[in-house]
């Protein structure tokens, strides 16, 4: 994914009310931009770090740019636009980059499922069956430690995400969780159980219930970032089989 038009750099004067930030751009001049980001964002920005943001030329909007990237206390780079997470994965997937879920027929986006009324981020279509996959876009790293973790706050969502996808592996269905990594100088992600011991155990019943996790790292730059790489899963449950081809047709 290639950022048209290129971004701007600035440096951040503060993010606050969750969706809003500060910035003073390379050329001196004040905004306040849109931070698409729901989550705490811990341990991706500091007062002064460096941002790159995309401006709108849109007079319907009420902020003029959207944060996009940012750099890290720890010296990475994190694409902290969590919407650009699914854009990223559907370019990987008709890439063949994601090569546990390539030669599918069919691709749908937010689809309705479960007895929760989840969204699936996306169905894939195969001959043998149609595969469930959820997304979750991970940032959150530490200092000396190239393993990321998810999530950056507690997410009730993301536990029930988990408990819709273990009821279809009960019965029977195929059913994915994709940790998008958009952070750089990461080798592997772990459920984040000092945050959200909820989400990290439901995590490995999910498992022990034939969900297959993957992990995928991204190359993120000013100029772009593109999901290129599959990470190590850790897991507090120990060694699991994390994903497995569709039997051929």
């Known amino acids: 994914m290639r950022f048209d038009p290129p971004l701007e750099e600035g440096r951040l004067l503060r993010r606050y009310k969750r969706f809003l930030a500060d910035i003073e751009t390379a050329k001196g001049e004040a905004l306040t931009i849109h931070c698409p980001n729901t989550g705490s964002m811990l341990n991706c920005m500091s007062e002064g770090c460096r941002v790159w943001f995309s401006r709108s030329s849109d007079p319907k909007r009420k902020l003029p740019g959207t944060w996009e990237l940012g750099e890290t206390p720890h010296g990475r780079l994190a694409c902290l636009n969590t919407g650009r997470a699914n854009a990223l994965v559907e370019e990987a997937l008709r890439a063949g980059i994601v090569s546990e879920l390539a030669g599918f027929t069919g691709l749908r986006r937010e689809v309705v499922y479960g007895s929760e009324g989840s969204r699936a981020d996306f169905r894939l279509d195969y001959a043998s069956?149609?595969?469930?996959?959820?997304?979750?876009?991970?940032?959150?790293?530490?200092?000396?430690?190239?393993?990321?973790?998810?999530?950056?706050?507690?997410?009730a969502r993301g536990a029930k995400h988990l408990r819709e996808l273990a009821a279809l592996a009960r019965q029977g269905a195929r059913a994915v969780l994709l940790y998008c990594v958009n952070l750089?100088?990461?080798?592997?992600?772990?459920?984040?159980g000092e945050i959200d011991p909820v989400y990290a155990a439901a995590l490995d019943e999910a498992m022990a219930a034939g969900v297959e996790v993957l992990a995928y790292g991204a190359d993120v730059s000013p100029e772009g970032v593109w999901l290129n790489r599959r990470l190590r899963l850790e897991t507090s449950a120990g060694d699991r089989p994390t994903a497995a081809p569709l039997p051929s047709a």
């Open 129 to 155: 069956g149609a595969v469930m996959l959820e997304v979750k876009s991970v940032t959150l790293g530490f200092a000396d430690s190239r393993v990321a973790a998810f999530p950056d706050a507690v997410t």
């Open 184 to 192: 750089s100088g990461v080798d592997a992600v772990r459920a984040a």
